[in-house]
């Protein structure tokens, strides 16, 4: 790999489509064993340019200047609640504009890289409500409201980066001079997250609601120490629910696809051995499967909890160092949807929290009011236990499983020719990521790319599933229908997505077909629900953008995880519980005359 020109899979872009579908899958998903996305250095170059300049430095001066603290001297502002206050603000306010998660060639944005508000500053781009029934919240245009409403949560952000901190008598009190970020700021911004999120849920999740707006509403209401104290349970929820979710089947198909995406990693033979036997079993090996739940499952569930309870300075220091070391080892392999931010904030928090506030100094639990406590608590686990019980209620991210393999996804299927209509007709903040790559290396190489993004997803367990469905649905037309992973696809029409297969489900197809008109047949997708913590298997759907959900079923996890990506054994079993009467799809065949011919 150079530094400008990526390892470009082993195939003759004109030729791509003379493979079958599944040949083709095989041999992309053995390329992304050693090569992973196969990325030019210069585009992890321009990450961490991003991470340390604008995040890192720029986040230090705005929330150690605007608060009198020296940026120079580290034992002046590291311990001062206003700058963890301040630097989570900063966070929310890249993430808000599209420049922090979800950004950049490794989420699908090639040009532009910024698509977040590209979006929220568009009107009638597609915005989604969360729930049908609120007052005020329906349709799925966005409106002149939407826009201002973008605006003003901007604007209150702004006014909490830039102004000074108000004083706090409490504060002085435990020795802290800085003051903190004005509680009516904070109240006025976690109203209008709410208040926006009701109407569009993209953009609250891309502002990583589901973890900055609890604590926001920390910061407007609750006194410093218990504001301190929440805090850190809330960050431990974060870990634990992340560290549960990791349990199951899917995890460990996580990660070995995650390590061979990393750019420091130049050893074919080290990323090889976290499959089983490569090339001819791309299951987890015992060592990928050892470091998904040791350096994973186990780290985010026991350090957190012994980082909540120990009053042992030595065992904390650890602990926070296994946490600092574990969110450097995620920035640094780079892993698709590109949490970098998110990950220097949590490995930050875990020394400000834990060894700047320590439990034994009056910062544990037993020193907070009580009843704010089981407020706390009861209120950030509420959703991820609704989560992964009902996973079809509530986002993956609400529901604390971050990465961990488990997750809402789909595949789109287009007849040839018809996906030129998501260009022709939305409202959106760019191309459709093949017509963004089509300008940057040709239609033909663009496709070779897009079919990268497919072998990665068919890595992961819900990929075997999906293209077995697929198969079903499409039989021997999956080789020339134009195939898309719907994340990325996604991604262009509504600017984010961070692996939240809701974001595109049933209602977000509807819009679609409202705009664009795909004809039955044309436009067909499979999508699958995460499992549920106490179910062996997912449940699927089918849809025909024209005619909307025509089949649902349910298959075991099991059967997909035993698969390879290609399928040599064939689609994995499924069971079909329901089926639109009478529904045959509508084909349409490769040649362009026979197309004709059919419609006619």
């Given at each position: 790999?150079?530094?400008?020109?990526?390892?470009?899979?082993?195939?003759?872009?004109?030729?791509?489509?003379?493979?079958?579908?599944?040949?083709?899958?095989?041999?992309?998903?053995?390329?992304?064993?050693?090569?992973?996305?196969?990325?030019?250095?210069?585009?992890?170059?321009?990450?961490?340019?991003?991470?340390?300049?604008?995040?890192?430095?720029?986040?230090?001066?705005?929330?150690?200047?605007?608060?009198?603290?020296?940026?120079?001297?580290?034992?002046?502002?590291?311990?001062?609640?206003?700058?963890?206050?301040?630097?989570?603000?900063?966070?929310?306010?890249?993430?808000?504009?599209?420049?922090?998660?979800?950004?950049?060639?490794?989420?699908?944005?090639?040009?532009?890289?910024?698509?977040?508000?590209?979006?929220?500053?568009?009107?009638?781009?597609?915005?989604?409500?969360?729930?049908?029934?609120?007052?005020?919240?329906?349709?799925?245009?966005?409106?002149?409201?939407?826009?201002?409403?973008?605006?003003?949560?901007?604007?209150?952000?702004?006014?909490?980066?830039?102004?000074?901190?108000?004083?706090?008598?409490?504060?002085?009190?435990?020795?802290?001079?800085?003051?903190?970020?004005?509680?009516?700021?904070?109240?006025?911004?976690?109203?209008?997250?709410?208040?926006?999120?009701?109407?569009?849920?993209?953009?609250?999740?891309?502002?990583?609601?589901?973890?900055?707006?609890?604590?926001?509403?920390?910061?407007?209401?609750?006194?410093?120490?218990?504001?301190?104290?929440?805090?850190?349970?809330?960050?431990?929820?974060?870990?634990?629910?992340?560290?549960?979710?990791?349990?199951?089947?899917?995890?460990?198909?996580?990660?070995?696809?995650?390590?061979?995406?990393?750019?420091?990693?130049?050893?074919?033979?080290?990323?090889?051995?976290?499959?089983?036997?490569?090339?001819?079993?791309?299951?987890?090996?015992?060592?990928?499967?050892?470091?998904?739940?040791v350096g994973g499952t186990f780290v985010e569930i026991v350090t957190p909890l012994v980082l909540l309870f120990t009053v042992n300075a030595t065992v904390a220091l650890l602990a926070a160092g296994v946490m600092v070391c574990f969110h450097l080892f995620i920035t640094s392999t780079f892993p698709l949807a590109v949490p970098l931010e998110w990950n220097i904030l949590f490995a930050f928090a875990a020394v400000f929290l834990f060894l700047g506030h320590p439990n034994w100094a009056g910062y544990g639990l037993g020193d907070m009011n009580p009843a704010l406590l089981a407020l706390t608590v009861v209120g950030v686990l509420f959703f991820p236990v609704?989560?992964?019980?009902?996973?079809?209620?509530?986002?993956?991210?609400?529901?604390?499983?971050?990465?961990?393999?488990?997750?809402?996804?789909?595949?789109?299927?287009?007849?040839?020719?018809?996906?030129?209509?998501?260009?022709?007709?939305?409202?959106?903040?760019?191309?459709?990521?093949?017509?963004?790559?089509?300008?940057?290396?040709?239609?033909?190489?663009?496709?070779?790319?897009?079919?990268?993004?497919?072998?990665?997803?068919?890595?992961?367990?819900?990929?075997?599933?999906?293209?077995?469905?697929?198969?079903?649905?499409?039989?021997?037309?999956?080789?020339?229908?134009?195939?898309?992973?719907?994340?990325?696809?996604?991604?262009?029409?509504?600017?984010?997505?961070?692996?939240?297969?809701?974001?595109?489900?049933?209602?977000?197809?509807?819009?679609?077909?409202?705009?664009?008109?795909?004809?039955?047949?044309?436009?067909?997708?499979?999508?699958?629900?995460?499992?549920?913590?106490?179910?062996?298997?997912?449940?699927?759907?089918?849809?025909?953008?024209?005619?909307?959900?025509?089949?649902?079923?349910?298959?075991?996890?099991?059967?997909?995880?035993?698969?390879?990506?290609?399928?040599?054994?064939?689609?994995?079993?499924?069971?079909?519980?329901?089926?639109?009467?009478?529904?045959?799809?509508?084909?349409?065949?490769?040649?362009?005359?026979?197309?004709?011919?059919?419609?006619?």
């Amino acid at each position: 790999m150079g530094f400008k020109t990526g390892d470009f899979p082993p195939v003759d872009p004109a030729r791509l489509f003379e493979m079958p579908y599944l040949e083709r899958i095989k041999v992309l998903s053995r390329h992304w064993v050693e090569y992973g996305f196969g990325t030019p250095k210069m585009t992890h170059v321009i990450y961490l340019a991003k991470l340390l300049v604008v995040y890192v430095v720029g986040g230090l001066l705005i929330a150690a200047l605007t608060s009198g603290l020296n940026p120079l001297e580290f034992s002046s502002w590291w311990t001062e609640p206003i700058f963890y206050q301040k630097l989570i603000l900063w966070t929310v306010f890249l993430e808000a504009l599209g420049a922090g998660g979800s950004w950049g060639p490794l989420a699908g944005h090639f040009k532009p890289f910024t698509c977040g508000w590209r979006t929220y500053l568009k009107v009638d781009t597609i915005r989604q409500a969360p729930w049908k029934r609120v007052p005020l919240t329906g349709g799925d245009r966005r409106t002149g409201v939407d826009v201002l409403l973008y605006i003003a949560v901007i604007a209150v952000l702004l006014a909490g980066l830039l102004l000074p901190g108000t004083a706090d008598a409490d504060l002085t009190r435990l020795g802290f001079d800085a003051g903190r970020v004005m509680p009516a700021v904070a109240a006025a911004l976690a109203v209008l997250m709410v208040t926006l999120g009701l109407r569009d849920k993209v953009f609250f999740l891309q502002a990583r609601g589901e973890q900055y707006l609890p604590a926001i509403i920390f910061f407007a209401a609750f006194p410093i120490v218990d504001m301190i104290v929440a805090l850190k349970v809330l960050i431990v929820a974060v870990w634990f629910g992340a560290g549960f979710s990791k349990f199951g089947k899917h995890f460990s198909m996580v990660v070995p696809p995650m390590v061979s995406n990393t750019p420091w990693l130049p050893s074919k033979a080290v990323k090889r051995m976290h499959y089983k036997d490569f090339p001819r079993d791309l299951r987890p090996s015992y060592r990928g499967s050892l470091l998904a739940h040791v350096g994973g499952t186990f780290v985010e569930i026991v350090t957190p909890l012994v980082l909540l309870f120990t009053v042992n300075a030595t065992v904390a220091l650890l602990a926070a160092g296994v946490m600092v070391c574990f969110h450097l080892f995620i920035t640094s392999t780079f892993p698709l949807a590109v949490p970098l931010e998110w990950n220097i904030l949590f490995a930050f928090a875990a020394v400000f929290l834990f060894l700047g506030h320590p439990n034994w100094a009056g910062y544990g639990l037993g020193d907070m009011n009580p009843a704010l406590l089981a407020l706390t608590v009861v209120g950030v686990l509420f959703f991820p236990v609704l989560g992964n019980l009902r996973p079809d209620l509530v986002s993956f991210l609400p529901s604390m499983r971050q990465y961990a393999g488990n997750w809402a996804s789909a595949m789109w299927a287009f007849a040839p020719g018809a996906e030129d209509r998501l260009d022709q007709h939305l409202v959106k903040p760019s191309e459709m990521t093949v017509k963004q790559l089509s300008a940057l290396y040709g239609p033909e190489a663009a496709e070779v790319v897009m079919h990268q993004l497919l072998g990665w997803r068919a890595m992961h367990s819900q990929g075997r599933a999906l293209n077995s469905i697929m198969i079903n649905q499409l039989g021997a037309d999956i080789d020339h229908y134009t195939l898309r992973e719907a994340e990325f696809s996604t991604n262009c029409i509504i600017g984010f997505n961070f692996g939240d297969g809701h974001m595109h489900d049933a209602r977000f197809i509807e819009s679609l077909q409202r705009r664009c008109g795909f004809r039955p047949g044309e436009f067909v997708v499979v999508w699958i629900e995460s499992q549920p913590v106490h179910r062996n298997h997912l449940r699927y759907q089918v849809i025909d953008a024209a005619l909307g959900v025509v089949e649902r079923g349910v298959y075991r996890a099991e059967d997909a995880v035993a698969e390879q990506p290609w399928l040599p054994n064939g689609p994995i079993a499924v069971d079909v519980q329901w089926r639109m009467r009478g529904y045959e799809r509508v084909r349409y065949p490769k040649a362009a005359a026979d197309r004709e011919e059919v419609q006619r």
